[in-house]
C-alpha cells in the first residue's frame, strides 16, 4: 500500500475556476508535507510546504493539513491555463532522514477555456 | 530561480552495459539526491549524498548503482551493469540544508530505457 495517496487522478477544472484535490497518508510518523507542480518535459518543482494544522495561503494557492487525520488539500483559486500540470504530494518524517521525501502518484490537473 | 541541470535528458542503453547520468546541482547547496520513476509509478527516493559521501540510501539503490562528486563537478549516478528494470525517469535534486523540512530543487530528470 502506498503510503501518500492522491485524490483525484485528473480533474479538469474551467480557466477562472477553483480546482481543489486532496493528499491523505497511512503512515502517522509523516509531518510535513509539500507540493510540487510538474509541467511536462520538466522537473517537479516546489509549490508549497506545510507543516501546521490548518490553512496557508500563497497567492492563489491555499493548502490545508489536518495532522490528526492526515489530510492535505490544495485548492488553486481563478485556475489558469498555465495552472495545468501534474500535482504530487510529498511527505517526510521530522527525524528520519534515510526516506527522503515520499511521493504520492499525482493529480493531474487540465485548465480548459 | 536556481536550476539543478540534468545531461543528457535521455539515454538509450543495452542491458549490461555501463551509463552515467549528470546532474549539475544548485550552486550554494550542499545536498544532492537521486530519485527514480518508473512509469506510472510515484517518484522514489534512491540515496542522498554530502560532503563526498553517501549519507543514506534506499533498498531500491541496488549494489550496481553508485554515486560521487568528483572535485566538486557533475554529482552522477553510475549504474554498472545496468539491467531492464533500471529503465526509469531519474531525477536529481539538490537542497541547501538536510532537515526534513528542507525545499528541494529537482532537475528536469533523464529518461533512460534499457533494451
Known amino acids: 500500500q502506498q503510503k501518500v495517496q492522491q485524490s483525484p487522478e485528473s480533474l479538469s477544472v474551467p480557466e477562472g475556476g477553483m480546482a481543489s484535490f486532496n493528499c491523505t497518508s497511512s503512515d502517522r510518523n509523516f509531518q510535513y508535507f509539500w507540493w510540487y507542480r510538474q509541467h511536462s518535459g520538466e522537473g517537479p518543482k516546489a509549490l508549497m510546504?506545510?507543516?501546521?494544522?490548518g490553512d496557508k495561503k500563497e497567492g492563489r494557492f491555499t493548502a490545508h493539513l489536518n495532522k490528526a487525520s492526515l489530510h492535505v488539500s490544495l485548492h488553486i483559486r481563478d485556475s489558469q491555463p498555465s495552472d495545468s500540470a501534474l500535482y504530487f504530494c510529498a511527505a517526510s518524517e521530522p527525524n528520519n532522514y534515510a526516506q527522503g521525501l515520499t511521493f504520492g502518484l499525482g493529480t493531474r490537473v487540465s485548465v480548459f477555456p | 530561480g536556481p536550476k539543478v541541470l540534468q545531461i543528457p535528458s535521455h539515454q538509450i542503453i543495452d542491458m549490461g552495459q555501463m551509463v552515467t547520468l549528470n546532474c549539475d546541482p544548485v550552486?550554494?547547496?550542499?545536498?544532492f539526491y537521486w530519485y527514480k520513476q518508473i512509469l506510472g509509478q510515484q517518484m522514489e527516493f534512491l540515496v542522498n549524498f554530502y560532503n563526498g559521501k553517501v549519507m543514506e540510501k534506499s533498498k531500491l539503490f541496488k549494489d550496481q548503482f553508485s554515486v560521487e562528486r568528483p572535485d566538486g563537478s557533475y554529482f552522477t549516478l553510475k549504474i554498472q551493469p545496468t539491467a531492464l528494470e533500471d529503465s526509469a525517469v531519474y531525477f536529481c535534486?539538490?537542497?541547501?540544508?538536510?532537515?526534513?523540512?528542507?525545499?528541494?530543487?529537482f532537475g528536469s530528470g533523464t529518461r533512460l530505457l534499457v533494451i
Open positions: 535534486a539538490s537542497s541547501l540544508a538536510r532537515t526534513a523540512n528542507s525545499d528541494y530543487t
Open positions: 510546504s506545510i507543516f501546521s494544522d
Open positions: 550552486s550554494n547547496h550542499l545536498y
